[in-house]
């Protein structure tokens, strides 16, 4: 008798011990779940704040757009396919350059007092006439429709031609949505006429971000492999690596600029306002993209 008692007693605590350990382990994955979603919203409120901040036109042109619980119907939502959100890579597009330049001047990067105008008008077709502002937004909204086709969110630093976002803020705005690649999309301009070519723009060795360098050039590597493969004319010297740039330096993620073409060469002006070159262009952007992105092996790399 007093041996099945203590057997039960045994067994009661055995069952109590069990359900608290269970409990526990409950705790502890809700805790994590929890943690991890109130991080993801502070890093969502942080985004909208800051730009709420810093950037006020913004607000017009981008965050009506891009906030991630904005309807599809809405016409200038710039994040969509939300489907499969935990899996799928952000990419954030800049059209380069807007149609009134910003002449005050910003620091060109976080770890130096060398300042540099804030946003230029870029150059402008001799044949077309078209502004360089222009066909960037062109090329730009069409790369976001192709990289949305497949399955990767895009953010985009404009919509319009009508705004007023610097070099640095463009970068910003990729850091704080946290963006997997910020792509810039522009065309060249040259004094001689004869100069033609698509070429790509990195930043150099001496990126202040760890990884950033190794990993964008990962990407345009990626790239001009793509462009060349599908007989794109490129420039002699297609890969630029470059200290210079605001939109380079304030960025902390993989970056990288595509110059589509020249704009003061008349045939390649031409061909770059055509829409099929530029869907062309556009696709084998998207396809680079994507490759870029699948790999996931970029290995983080502190020095060149
Ligand atoms: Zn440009």
Not at 95 to 100: D, F, L, S, T, V
Not at 127 to 152: F, P
């Amino acid at each position: 008798m007093k041996n099945r008692l203590l057997s039960l007693i045994v067994i009661l605590v055995a069952i109590a011990l069990g359900v608290s350990v269970v409990d526990i382990r409950k705790e502890q994955v809700t805790s994590q779940v929890t943690s991890q979603q109130s991080s993801q919203t502070t890093a969502d409120n942080t985004c909208s704040t800051e730009n709420a901040t810093d950037i006020k036109i913004i607000n017009n042109t981008m965050l009506t757009g891009t906030a991630p619980r904005a309807p599809e119907d809405e016409p200038d939502n710039t994040i969509t396919n939300d489907t499969n959100s935990e899996a799928s890579y952000i990419v954030c597009i800049d059209p380069g350059h807007q149609a009134i330049a910003n002449y005050e001047h910003e620091r060109i990067g976080p770890n130096t007092s060398e300042m540099k105008i804030k946003v230029s008008q870029g150059t402008k077709g001799v044949h077309t006439q078209t502004m360089e502002y222009e066909l960037n937004l062109q090329a730009s909204i069409l790369l976001k429709e192709l990289l949305e086709e497949k399955g990767i969110k895009v953010l985009m630093t404009r919509t319009t031609n009508e705004v007023n976002i610097s070099n640095k803020e463009r970068a910003e705005i990729a850091n704080n949505f946290g963006a997997d690649l910020f792509v810039r999309i522009h065309a060249d301009g040259a004094s001689n006429q004869s100069i033609r070519g698509a070429h790509v723009l990195i930043p150099d060795e001496s990126h202040p971000t760890p990884g950033v360098y190794s990993a964008s050039k990962k990407a345009a590597m990626i790239l001009l492999e793509h462009l060349d493969g599908e007989g794109i004319h490129l420039l002699s010297s297609p890969l630029s690596k470059r200290s210079d740039i605001s939109g380079f330096n304030w960025s902390e993620v993989p970056v990288f600029l595509l110059e589509m073409g020249f704009m003061t060469n008349p045939e390649e002006d031409k061909m770059m306002s055509d829409f099929l070159y530029q869907r062309k262009l556009m696709n084998i952007t998207a396809d680079a993209i994507e490759e870029f992105l699948m790999k996931d092996e970029v290995v983080e790399e502190t020095s060149p």
